[in-house]
């Protein structure tokens, strides 16, 4: 494995994921791939060549080992990392595309145009949309592979012995599996790992909306506030304006009374 480019791909990806993010790909990384490269693998070894059965019927030994582990667990476990880490790079392509889009623009009109983002990393418009798209995307991969893995082998569990009835045998035969208690806690702690994984995308989904939801709320409050304020100094000048057109009340002359008309 490429450490390096491992090490590359954690920091990109940890420089636009918030903080349930980072501890995902902490887990992801430490506890699943690090688990599966360095134990995983020498655990289940050569499987088929330690799946014994106490026949010497020709066929039987590989028909039964077909039987009861149609795909191997390591196999399994390598395609689930590797769709569970990939959709990781689409926000790193999408800020990669922001920031060529943004470098030709200043090629184009100058280093004092005005900038198309104000922060290429920020989550928001197609960005924010990626980055939820992925993480829906990881919760359905982790799930999916926890369940096939339930589906496959009828649990999680290593039974020490195995009755196999297929043909070629001639009858019921007694197969055992090496290291059954030692797989079973191996598969148990993968499959653990993958339902934390996937409960940290669905807080980190619900965080994400919640804090978009609150922006919204109160971008609208502060965008209804100047206008009431505006609404209000248009209504204190048109008072002031209709003041000034009424003309002042000038007191009227009394008229001369009739008597004293006549001395």
Not at 117 to 144: C, E, H, M, P, S
Not at 234 to 257: D, I, Y
Request: glycine fraction near 6%; aromatic fraction near 14%.
């Amino acid at each position: 494995m490429n450490w390096a480019f491992l090490q590359g791909l954690l920091s990109g990806v940890n420089k636009y994921s918030t903080a349930f993010g980072r501890v995902w790909l902490s887990i992801v990384f430490l506890f699943r791939v690090m688990v599966f490269v360095v134990a995983a693998e020498k655990v289940w070894g050569d499987e088929q060549k330690d799946f014994k059965c106490n026949t010497a019927q020709p066929g039987c030994h590989n028909v039964c080992y077909d039987h009861f582990f149609p795909v191997s667990h390591v196999r399994l476990w390598a395609l689930q990392l590797i769709f569970v880490t990939c959709p990781s790079l689409l926000v790193v392509m999408h800020v990669a595309y922001r920031e060529d889009r943004e470098r030709k623009n200043r090629l184009k009109y100058g280093d004092d145009c005005r900038r198309l983002y104000q922060n290429t990393g920020k989550k928001r418009g197609g960005l924010w949309w990626t980055y939820v798209f992925t993480l829906v995307f990881k919760i359905g991969v982790d799930a999916t592979f926890v369940y096939l893995l339930y589906h496959i082998y009828e649990g999680y569990d290593f039974p020490s012995l195995i009755k196999c009835q297929q043909k070629p045998c001639p009858n019921t035969v007694d197969c055992f599996i090496a290291r059954p208690t030692e797989k079973r806690i191996f598969t148990i702690f993968m499959v653990v790992t993958s339902l934390v994984c996937i409960f940290l995308s669905i807080i980190e989904i619900l965080y994400l909306v919640g804090k978009r939801c609150r922006e919204c709320l109160t971008a609208g409050h502060h965008t209804h506030h100047p206008m009431t304020n505006n609404i209000s100094s248009g209504s204190h000048l048109m008072e002031s304006s209709t003041l000034k057109r009424v003309p002042k009340c000038t007191p009227e002359t009394p008229a001369p009374s009739y008597s004293s008309a006549i001395s």
